[in-house]
């Protein structure tokens, strides 16, 4: 068998999909994206393909080495997301050409689903409590919503106010049973996050995510000592070196790789079992598509450290075409009672609607995340 064609698309809301052909018939599908940059990554996939035609798909360990030792500059997000979606692509051709599951392929799971959590709130939450109390009503025992909006380096305390308000009034609104996580979103910056992530302990967060910005996580030993509930980070880290780097310091509790940004499934696994090596749990990051959220729950099924999986269904950046929209069966990604099931068809289980993926990709998009000001008019952390 044979690599003999890349093709992509990009589709709303935003996201970019990649189809591997080869010349046996077997495809697979991958989603090499960065939000805000999918006609970047999209170059890059292209690029790269100049190593993969005429290549065995099925050697996924070799061409993902090929991919990223080949080029002399390596890692970072473009280049990793776009590594990321071919990885993909590549474990879902050998499971469909053997006819099994991914997670068969690694091991076989080491359980029957994942608990999976929800957005609510925006990027400038508000109405969190009645967010909240909607989607316990779905079955969700788990959700996820923004701290704060912009914040400056050094603000008031009233800003610190308005922020645990708002986690007030969701844990108010679902009570003790129900597990929050609270995203920083890197907008805390070390002055500030040191008084937030204190004030913040009395509600018991189920952990705050990104309390710094990636380049100052070394503060973290200084600003979070003590504290009586988990960390997360790692969206924006893009390989096991920096993950290593980032475990060492021992100031993480769970570990938060996205498996369309930090190398795909393969690398993705590499990084849960070296987090398992330190104790630490895995919880992939995932606002994206349907691609993106198959792959983390294959890397979650053989992931015994795995505990949650985020999603993007219903969040506020969906607004022209959602998660399950590009599914010819939108079941295997159903969620029920605040679980998915591992997906059991062979390859990454789900099968894309590949006509309508083209008749979406007309539209295509130009996603661009939010630019912030401050009131002095500099650049806020969005």
Same mark, same amino acid.
């Given at each position: ?35 805000g +940059?999918? =006609?970047?990554?999209? $170059? %890059? &996939?292209?690029?790269?393909? !100049?190593?993969? #035609? ?20 390596r ?24 006819g ?65 308000? +708002?986690? =007030?009034?969701?844990? $108010? %609104? &679902?009570?003790?049973?129900? !597990?929050?996580? #609270?995203?920083?979103h ?19 967060p ?94 979650? $099924?053989v ?8 999603q ?18 939108k ?52």
């Amino acid at each position: 068998m044979k690599i003999k064609a890349l093709k992509t698309w990009q589709v709303p809301p935003r996201w970019l999909f990649l189809k591997i052909e080869t010349d046996e018939g077997v495809h697979g599908w991958g989603e090499p994206v960065i939000e805000g +940059r999918a =006609a970047t990554v999209e $170059a %890059a &996939v292209h690029e790269l393909s !100049d190593y993969l #035609i005429g290549e065995d798909p099925q050697r996924i360990e070799h061409l993902w080495n090929t991919l990223y030792r080949g080029g002399f500059y390596r890692g970072g997000p473009i280049l990793m997301s776009a590594i990321a979606g071919i990885d993909q692509a590549l474990w879902d051709i050998k499971g469909r050409a053997l006819g099994v599951p991914v997670h068969q392929l690694l091991g076989g799971r080491v359980r029957d689903g994942m608990r999976m959590y929800a957005w609510t709130g925006g990027d400038r939450p508000g109405d969190v409590g009645a967010g909240a109390q909607a989607l316990v009503a779905q079955g969700f025992t788990a959700f996820k919503m923004n701290g704060t909006a912009e914040m400056a380096i050094v603000d008031s305390h009233a800003r610190i106010d308005e922020a645990v308000a +708002r986690v =007030a009034e969701a844990r $108010a %609104a &679902v009570g003790a049973g129900i !597990d929050i996580g #609270i995203d920083f979103h890197g907008r805390v910056h070390r002055p500030m996050a040191r008084a937030l992530l204190r004030e913040l302990e009395p509600f018991h967060p189920m952990f705050v995510e990104e309390p710094v910005l990636p380049e100052h996580l070394p503060c973290l030993k200084q600003i979070a000592g003590g504290l009586g509930y988990p960390l997360a980070t790692g969206e924006r880290l893009h390989t096991r070196y920096q993950f290593r780097d980032l475990l060492a310091d021992g100031m993480v509790d769970i570990v938060q790789p996205d498996i369309s940004h930090c190398g795909g499934i393969s690398e993705g696994l590499k990084i849960a079992s070296l987090a398992s090596c330190h104790d630490v749990a895995l919880a992939p990051h995932c606002p994206l598509g349907p691609l993106t959220l198959a792959a983390s729950l294959h890397v979650d $099924a053989v992931s015994h450290n795995a505990f949650i999986q985020e999603q993007s269904m219903g969040i506020h950046y969906n607004r022209d075409n959602d998660v399950l929209d590009y599914l010819v069966d939108k079941s295997v990604l159903a969620i029920r009672d605040g679980f998915c099931a591992i997906p059991e068809g062979p390859g990454l289980g789900v099968e894309i609607d590949e006509a309508f993926v083209i008749e979406r990709a007309a539209v295509g998009h130009r996603w661009r995340n939010p630019l912030w000001r401050h009131e002095d008019g500099s650049i806020a952390e969005w």
